[in-house]
Nanobody, 119 residues
Framework: QVQLVESGGGLVQTGGSLRLSCAPS????????MGWFRQAPGKSREFVAS????????YYADSVKGRSTISRDNAKNTVYLQLNSLKPEDTAVYLC????????????WGQGTQVTVSS
């Protein structure tokens, strides 16, 4: 069973940066794509970024493109989301998710980590 544990959220001022981490366990992830999503109060869950664990190919939502970087560390078996130039509208719970790269459905989700950007 896939388990995902996020960390790295917190309170930051506008223009600041945070690095979120996701540590997956339960299987080998070289056939998986890892994604980050976010959900703000009263809003639906929104895709942020994804990375194919095997190829390293990445994809970003327009809302964070140019301000964020998703990466993975094979040795640490960890996926990162670097968030820069943060804005108050980036405030949300950020969730890590995993799907088989051959599928479009994310099958495992973490509990989320809170990111709050103050103005």
């Amino acid at each position: 069973q896939v388990q995902l544990v996020e960390s790295g959220g917190g309170l930051v001022q506008t223009g600041g940066s945070l690095r979120l981490s996701c540590a997956p366990s339960g299987r080998t992830f070289n056939l998986y794509t890892m994604g980050w999503f976010r959900q703000a109060p009263g809003k639906s869950r929104e895709f942020v970024a994804s990375i194919n664990w095997s190829s390293g190919n990445t994809y970003y939502a327009d809302s964070v493109k140019g301000r964020s970087t998703i990466s993975r560390d094979n040795a640490k078996n960890t996926v990162y989301l670097q968030l820069n130039s943060l804005k108050p509208e980036d405030t949300a719970v950020y969730l890590c998710a995993a799907r088989r790269s051959a599928s479009n459905v994310y099958e495992a989700w973490g509990q989320g980590t809170q990111v709050t950007v103050s103005s």
